[in-house]
């Protein structure tokens, strides 16, 4: 890139900083795309929506009223954030000024500068990225490589200039430019009907050719690279390497572009490689020198000098063993040569970047990494190497000291949430996410603290992390653990079994946002127990000494981070020993949560001072807040047995806090369950209701009056005040007996809604019963007619959905690590209410099912109207009583002053 280009980029990445950009193929160009391969994506996607909209609750026509009322407040999705970078390596402008990562429907662009994203290159429907390179003619032009289609993107200003269609479904790609003619080709694996995989070269010029066919073979090659300007071609499938050479290239004339070919088979399985030119050795030979870099499952790295020798052999007499080099446990994800040739550096499994300097067989490590490493590039001058992590992070180190100049870290979602099933109780998990009550924006999700390959499908990932993600500008705030770690260290046992770390499954905060309340859990190896218990199945051995602990975290605004205020070992238990925490629940207008336990009690926790021997309360009242447990409730005369222990149960406060609501599983030789309820404030069951739904209960939401409650495979509306049950059809879905999967509800008072995600198809009990393909449907509710008012199909498995009371929008996170925004367009121009001001009343009358007024609780803290406050106490937040050497870095003091004094 010129330096007159650079400038010009960077001045136009100021202007667009300040938001990102979501680039879309508009309708304006579509006149350019030729009549072939013009695809009307959004026609069958509207038919669909409209005609699944039509059918309501009960099945009946939908009404005038609901025709209105979706004519003039649709809902619609916004652009989606987040998102899992796809395993291409990322590319870099070759100023280093700009930074392409790609994902599975588009192309981010970000500034190395700032770390910030700039735009977003977004393909159609259904198309998948599987490459994209930057013209080495034009560095204004992004090439987009998708299955069926390559397209052409001016990715400064984010249009689209030109796309064409390709003949046959492509794998991978590589793009070089034909030193004969100087025009830019593109070499990609094409896989044919039959099986077999096809090398073609085609032309990305302003006239399109068809394209030159140069190898058919029946291995399944699936990686290539190109030099030489074309004229070397290196393609593997794992196990075999294929070396194509020519000594002209011309696109106008296929008759007369051959290719000789060499195949070699390699002594271990490939997991990556990378070759480069050897000037030295090409100018003594005719043929060109190349000299390539193999990784292998082994953890070893195999090093050709010149393949024509040492890997193929020119002659017997010249072929030569590679040189081997051997650090990594496992296999080698990554490996890449320096731009002099001298350095090798490589990654893998053991979260460590390796650097080898092959004159004198030194090795330098950058060790600690926050998770493996995936994808290795080296910039094109050479000064900076790009290192995809696991976590789906991305760093930018400079070659010389190895320190970061650039991080982009996204979505860190596990890979295996959405496919590990819990079979002992027919049950998905999905993720434990919830939205600041007074920053909505924020999404806090738990994801895993270590991405290691010993997490396998065969057990629940662990998340012990706690993830803070801004879904409005789609940015990463922060990380913190929420349970022990190992990160570090090796994660494998002396006899190769896994050391998995805490898992949390329970999170909620309250609604001023100052408390966080998270459960975590560790279940031992069973070969670690079976010692104690010898009598015991090995299946049951785990299960009987769990670790369960329950964390109360208070929000330091100076440090903008959780502090562990206090842990409570085993919050519930039985027969001495730790039960499973299944539900968590935060008290509205109070700081209090209540638990219910696997020993069929209800605990009510609330703060309180904590005395000190020799400290005065208002000295440090602060710093003196504990956790205790005010109250609890004894379920188990409502179960079968008073020492039957629950396996699935969920809780909800009402809106006002006054109810807390119990939902257990059935009786046995019954598939009706019951739910309680439960006065908040003195713990007394007052109503008991059977019938309300049906199979186990997974979650519970309150909407004024009424409590929905999802179970497996139904989703029940009881109206409390009335006693009237309404069971919503879910149509199109399977009977809970085929489907394992938790249906997902959320409501939403602004916008008077109800939310549910549900599965159809995708397992079936009758093995003669063909399988049908899972598909997720999001639908939307309004209350309290209850009637279908919108309806759309999901692209992949939805692990939470959430209800942001202050936009009346749902937030849905999928399995690809990707959020989505449903909103009500007559909503969004509402102003939405303040977050202090809170729901204290309830239009339904809950409190009468009491026969008493609803009073505050004693431990509900005052709700007071702001008051200006002068700068000296504004700061005195800041600062405290913190002495000097417990402060934090000068950053974060910085920015603190700076927005306590821009808010005052």
């Not at 008072?749 to 397992?763: Q, Y």
Request: with cysteine; glycine share 6%.
């Amino acid at each position: 890139m010129a330096p007159n280009q650079s400038a010009r980029h960077q001045k136009r990445s100021r202007a667009s900083d300040a938001a990102e950009k979501v680039s879309r193929p508009g309708e304006e160009r579509t006149k350019r795309r030729r009549t072939s391969d013009v695809i009307d994506v959004q026609s069958p996607k509207k038919a669909k929506a409209s005609s699944s909209a039509e059918a309501t609750i009960d099945g009946n026509a939908p009404s005038q009223e609901l025709q209105e009322r979706k004519s003039s407040a649709p809902w619609s999705f916004s652009r989606p954030v987040g998102g899992r970078y796809s395993n291409l390596d990322p590319v870099m402008t070759t100023d280093e000024a700009y930074l392409f990562m790609g994902l599975d429907t588009s192309v981010q662009v970000f500034a190395t500068a700032t770390s910030r994203l700039l735009r977003t290159l977004q393909m159609e429907a259904g198309q998948k990225v599987i490459g994209f390179q930057l013209c080495p003619i034009e560095s204004d032009i992004l090439y987009i490589f998708t299955p069926g289609f390559v397209t052409t993107w001016d990715w400064d200003s984010g249009k689209r200039i030109a796309r064409w269609g390709t003949d046959a479904p492509t794998v991978a790609v590589d793009v070089a430019v034909v030193e004969t003619e100087h025009q830019l080709a593109s070499y990609s694996i094409v896989s044919q009907k039959d099986g077999k995989r096809q090398i073609l070269i085609n032309s990305l010029g302003e006239k399109k050719i068809a394209g030159i066919s140069v190898l058919v073979t029946s291995e399944p090659i699936n990686s290539i690279r190109v030099a030489c300007g074309g004229r070397v071609i290196v393609a593997c499938d794992g196990s075999h390497l294929f070396l194509g050479t020519t000594s002209k290239i011309d696109l106008d004339s296929p008759e007369s572009t051959q290719y000789k070919w060499r195949e070699a088979t390699l002594p271990a399985p490939a997991t990556c490689f990378h070759m480069r030119e050897n000037s030295d050795e090409s100018s003594e030979s005719s043929d060109p020198a190349i000299d390539l870099v193999v990784g292998e499952t082994g953890g070893y790295i195999l090093i050709y000098q010149d393949i024509l020798s040492t890997l193929f052999g020119r002659s017997a007499e010249k072929k030569s063993s590679p040189r081997k080099l051997h650090w990594h446990r496992g296999a080698v994800s990554s490996v890449r040569w320096s731009r002099d040739g001298n350095y090798l550096i490589s990654g893998g499994q053991e979260s460590v970047l390796v650097l080898w300097q092959l004159d004198t067989g030194r090795k330098q490590f950058l060790p600690h990494l926050s998770s493996p490493v995936c994808n290795i590039v080296v910039s094109p001058n050479g000064n900076s190497y790009v290192v995809k992590l696991a976590d789906n992070s991305v760093m930018v180190l400079s070659a010389r000291e190895l320190q970061p100049s650039a991080n982009v870290t996204g979505l860190q979602l596990s890979t295996e949430i959405a496919s590990y099933k819990d079979t002992s109780s027919g049950r998905a998990f999905g993720a434990v996410a919830t939205l600041h009550p007074q920053h909505p924006e924020r999404l806090l999700v738990t994801v895993p603290a270590s991405y290691h390959i010993s997490q396998q499908g065969h057990q629940c990932p662990s998340s012990a992390v706690l993830q803070t993600f801004d879904i409005r500008t789609n940015s990463h705030i922060s990380r913190q653990a929420l349970a022990r770690t190992n990160a570090t260290t090796l994660d494998i046992g002396p006899d190769g079994t896994p050391i998995v770390a805490p898992d949390v499954r329970q999170m909620d905060i309250v609604e001023d946002g100052k408390w966080l309340a998270t459960v975590d859990s560790w279940v031992p190896n069973s070969q670690d127990v079976e010692a104690l218990t010898p009598s015991t199945s090995k299946s049951d051995l785990a299960s009987l000494r769990p670790e369960v602990f329950l964390k109360f975290w208070k929000w330091n605004a100076s440090t903008d981070s959780w502090e562990l205020v206090t842990r409570i070992d085993g919050p519930h238990f039985s027969d001495s020993r730790h039960s499973s925490v299944l539900g968590l629940a935060a008290r509205p207008c109070s700081h209090e949560f209540a638990t219910l336990g696997a020993d069929a009690f209800i605990r009510f926790w609330c703060p309180t001072a904590r005395h000190r021997s020799g400290l005065t309360n208002d000295a440090s009242k602060q710093n003196l807040d504990t956790w205790k447990c005010r109250s609890m409730v004894d379920l188990s005369a409502s179960l079968d047995g008073a020492t039957r222990a629950l396996e699935t149960a969920c809780i909800s406060f009402s809106e006002d806090g006054s109810v807390l609501a119990v939902c257990l599983p059935p009786h046995s030789g019954s598939n009706d369950g019951l739910v309680l309820l439960i006065d908040a404030r003195d713990g007394t069951v007052h109503y008991r209701r059977t019938g309300v739904f049906f199979g186990k209960p997974f979650s519970s939401k309150f909407l004024g009056k009424y409590l929905i409650v999802a179970s497996s495979g139904s989703v029940a509306v009881w109206d409390t005040v009335d006693d009237v049950v309404k069971p919503i059809d879910l149509t199109e879905s399977t009977s809970s007996n085929d489907a394992i999967f938790q249906p997902l509800i959320a409501v939403n008072a602004r916008t008077g809604t109800l939310a549910t995600a549900v599965r159809s198809g995708g397992s079936s009990n009758n093995p003669n019963k063909k399988r049908r393909k899972a598909r997720y449907h999001i639908r939307i509710y309004d209350v309290p007619s209850f009637e279908l008012v919108f309806q759309e199909t999901l692209g992949c498995s939805p692990l939470a959905l959430l209800s942001d009371t202050y936009t009346g929008d749902y937030i849905i996170v999928d399995s690809h690590a990707i959020v989505q925004r449903l909103g009500c367009l007559e909503k969004a121009s509402q102003k939405s209410t303040q977050p202090q001001v809170t729901t204290s009343q309830l239009n339904s009358g809950l409190a009468s099912i009491f026969s008493q007024a609803h009073e505050r609780p004693a431990t509900q803290p005052a709700i007071e109207d702001d008051q200006p406050v002068s700068q000296n106490k504004a700061l005195a937040t800041v600062f405290g009583d913190t002495p000097s050497f417990s402060l934090p870095s000068i950053g974060v003091l910085f920015r603190n002053v700076v927005q306590t004094l821009g808010s005052s």
